[in-house]
């Protein structure tokens, strides 16, 4: 059965996508940290980031460095913290969170309430800026 980022990827469920190459494919987080908190994934479903191949763990990390480079013109923020667990979806996945403080990476931090206009034209100002 496809994880839901399969199903994210193939058009399935809708997402608010930031940037999409042939590879890899970034998208919002539904439930964020703070406002621009952004997933990316290989459109490959594979578990276990460590599980991809080299080459494929390298280009994901550099699509995601673009995306971050994005997030940070598009949400005032001082940086870019960058998360990997791989604990809730069986699909590798890089968390890209906008911080101003270590702490803001909690997990346990009560999430940013978004709706959808806020979902929409966050990733907007993401995407013109890729």
């Known amino acids: 059965m496809a994880s839901i980022f399969s199903k994210?990827?193939?058009g399935d469920i809708p997402s608010?996508?930031?940037?999409?190459?042939?590879?890899f494919y970034a998208f919002l987080d539904i439930n964020p940290m703070s406002k621009g908190h952004t997933l990316v994934i290989?459109?490959?479903?594979?578990?276990?980031?460590?599980?991809?191949?080299?080459?494929t763990l390298a280009e994901m990390n550099i699509f995601a460095k673009h995306v971050a480079k994005a997030i940070e013109k598009a949400v005032p923020c001082k940086r870019i913290g960058l998360m990997v667990i791989g604990m809730e979806v069986p699909h590798a996945h890089?968390?890209?969170?906008?911080?101003?403080?270590e702490s803001d990476m909690i997990l346990s931090n009560q999430r940013v309430k978004l709706d959808q206009s806020e979902f929409e034209q966050i990733a907007k100002k993401i995407r013109e800026n890729i």
């Open 8 to 10: 994210i990827v193939a």
């Open 16 to 23: 608010y996508k930031v940037a999409e190459n042939d590879k």
């Open 42 to 55: 290989p459109k490959q479903e594979v578990d276990y980031i460590f599980d991809l191949e080299d080459s």
């Open 94 to 101: 890089i968390h890209l969170i906008p911080i101003n403080k």
